[in-house]
């Protein structure tokens, strides 16, 4: 069984760890000038007119530290997560579910169905089939290629001022379920919703002549 799709697609590097622009950087680039550097390192106090800038760079040069400290957290925040992410890969290398055969996963996934599952409203990404197709590539593969997940098809359509592209979107879904399920016995229902409307005429009408 091919793994070359396995849990570890789901990692993603996060970008922005390393592409915008530190503020260790900005601050390194345009440093803050000292307003008495003549007195730096030498036991020497300012003069009264200078403490007020003194007392103002201060106040700045802590603004800054709080905000290094702040981008700090955050940053060790992302690393944390990838250091996880990538262990998470990696245990999921070793878990058991990567070695079962595909004839064995397909049925685990047709198991997953409930009732709700086979209803085509618009689908639920959160739950089966739709949400078996995102959990990795393998995963993809064998769930499009599991023709019973995709024989038992309920279309609803709901009313909303109608498009050509809302239709033309329903029809493409209904197509794609469709060919998925490919010669599989096709339990299908089309229904009306309860505020039935033109609209909605006209989808069930578009959708038939799919069928």
Request: hydrophobic letters at 35%; a negative charge.
């Amino acid at each position: 069984m091919d793994q070359s799709g396995s849990c570890s697609d789901t990692l993603h590097v996060k970008s922005d760890i390393v592409s915008e622009p530190t503020l260790i950087e900005q601050l390194r680039r345009s440093p803050l000038p000292s307003p008495i550097p003549h007195l730096l390192g030498k036991n020497i106090p300012p003069r009264p007119d200078q403490v007020p800038a003194v007392q103002a760079f201060l106040t700045q040069q802590q603004l800054d530290i709080d905000r290094l400290d702040a981008e700090v957290s955050r940053l060790q925040a992302q690393i944390v997560a990838l250091v996880q992410d990538r262990h998470e890969a990696h245990v999921c290398v070793l878990a058991g579910i990567t070695r079962l055969p595909r004839e064995l996963l397909s049925n685990i996934f047709v198991d997953c169905l409930d009732d709700d599952s086979r209803t085509l409203g618009v689908p639920d990404i959160r739950r089966a089939p739709i949400l078996l197709t995102r959990v990795c590539r393998h995963w993809r593969e064998v769930a499009i290629k599991t023709s019973r997940l995709w024989c038992h098809l309920q279309v609803t359509p709901e009313y909303s001022p109608r498009t050509d592209r809302r239709t033309t979107s329903y029809t493409s879904i209904v197509a794609e379920w469709l060919a998925r399920a490919a010669t599989s016995p096709l339990d299908l229902t089309v229904s009306a919703p309860n505020h039935y409307h033109t609209e909605s005429q006209v989808e069930i009408s578009v959708v038939a002549a799919t069928l």
